[in-house]
């Protein structure tokens, strides 16, 4: 059991309740290798972070222009139940805005769905390397989470997911495509899961990267059928607009009604409404910077097979590189102007998520790399 204390008094208590730890800021990473503020800012350009899962093109210039077309509004609260947005997002998905829960990013959606469902006494299901979120946000609801294994340390084992559900399972969480591991899963695995589960069980499938898969599977919104599935999307990644927060949910209109009570009132800014609308106006634009990150994805993958050290296929922005000597390989190529995630805190000490960044960022990476592989022999 974790304590939380504060003034000399034990405020809260948890097991296992830490902070979530982001991809590490440029700035942060110059600092922690001595350099002085004046050198930092010098070298922030020439550094790459390839440790967020971040979009490199940022989101389409429209959206950038609707953000400062409404920064004369900012004394104003935000519309509280993101009306607007919900009309473009309903459009988009042949769905009505019933049917819609907005949040800051969709980390606050995923939060939200298992504190409006999970408490004291419930259990929540996810995979044991699935997005650290949802242990978090379980943990934090006062429930218990479940962490079942993968298959070949990768992929989700939904044979084993749905016998880990019992009486007490409120909640299911399933990436797809899954962070960190890339893995995805059709959707005829999806469904034929979703039909093992009892009705009244909640289960989150969390596409945070969709659109980078959008010819492999078919789209959940229309394709999947459970009274309980709740299907989270970002525009953090495809979108680029990852600072922003916006996020959103599709589900029943009355499941969503009983989430809402637990939503602050004007929890999406304006700003980010405003991009998110204008973004969804130049979907083209969009699409066209995802085929071009799934382009560079497979040009790194080939580079990192060619090297020996790709694990496995990934279907995000992102790609694994495998190492015996991960940790260190994070330190040298840092100090090589790189910042990659290790993923030791999700129980795989041999690997390291690389995001896709633009075709120079990945140049850098790949010459680092080889620099760095080349000064161990
Ligand atoms: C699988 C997955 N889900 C959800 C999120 C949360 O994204 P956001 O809150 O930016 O929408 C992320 C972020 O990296 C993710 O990888």
Redesign the pocket.
């Known amino acids: 059991m974790t304590t939380i204390d504060w003034m000399g008094k034990t405020v809260s208590q948890a097991a296992g309740l830490h902070a979530y730890v982001p991809g590490k800021p440029i700035a942060q990473m110059l600092r922690e290798l001595g350099l002085a503020e004046s050198e930092i800012e010098k070298q922030v350009a020439s550094t790459v972070k390839l440790a967020?899962?971040e979009n490199p093109n940022g989101p389409p210039p429209k959206a950038i222009l609707a953000m400062q077309q409404v920064a004369s509004e900012v004394h104003r609260y935000p519309d509280g139940d993101c009306f607007a947005l919900k009309q473009s997002l309903a459009k988009l998905h042949g769905i009505s805005n019933k049917q819609l829960l907005i949040?800051n990013?969709?980390?606050?959606?995923?939060e939200l769905i298992i504190r409006a469902f999970a408490g004291s006494g419930d259990e929540v299901v996810y995979s044991q390397r699935?997005?650290i979120?949802y242990a978090l946000a379980t943990t934090a609801a006062g429930a218990t989470g479940i962490a079942v294994p993968e298959i070949d340390g990768l992929g989700h084992d939904l044979v084993a997911m749905a016998e880990a559900v019992n009486a007490k399972t409120k909640v299911v969480c399933i990436?797809n495509p899954?962070?960190p591991t890339g893995s995805l899963l059709s959707t005829e695995e999806l469904q034929d899961f979703l039909d093992a589960l009892p009705r009244d069980v909640v289960v989150i499938l969390?596409e945070?990267?969709y659109e980078y898969v959008r010819f492999e599977v078919a789209d959940s919104i229309a394709a999947l059928r459970h009274p309980g599935l709740v299907i989270?999307r970002?525009?953090?990644?495809a979108y680029g607009l990852?600072g922003c927060?916006?996020?959103y949910a599709v589900a029943d209109a009355a499941l969503l009604s009983a989430v809402n009570r637990f939503r602050e009132p004007f929890n999406v800014n304006m700003f980010a409404q405003a991009a998110a609308i204008a973004a969804l106006e130049d979907r083209d634009w969009v699409m066209a910077k995802v085929d071009a990150c799934v382009a560079e994805r497979a040009r790194l993958e080939d580079a990192l097979n060619k090297r020996g050290c790709l694990p496995a296929n990934s279907f995000?922005n992102f790609v694994l590189l495998q190492d015996k000597h991960a940790l260190e390989l994070v330190k040298a190529m840092e100090k090589r102007g790189v910042i990659l995630r290790p993923l030791a805190p999700y129980g795989m000490a041999d690997m390291i998520r690389v995001s896709v960044g633009s075709k120079a960022e990945n140049d850098k990476f790949l010459s680092a790399l080889d620099a760095e592989l080349l000064a161990r022999q």
């Open positions: 967020s899962n949040g990013g969709s980390n606050e959606v995923l699935a997005f979120v990436a899954n962070n969390d945070a990267y989270s970002t525009f953090s990644k990852a927060r916006v996020g995000g």
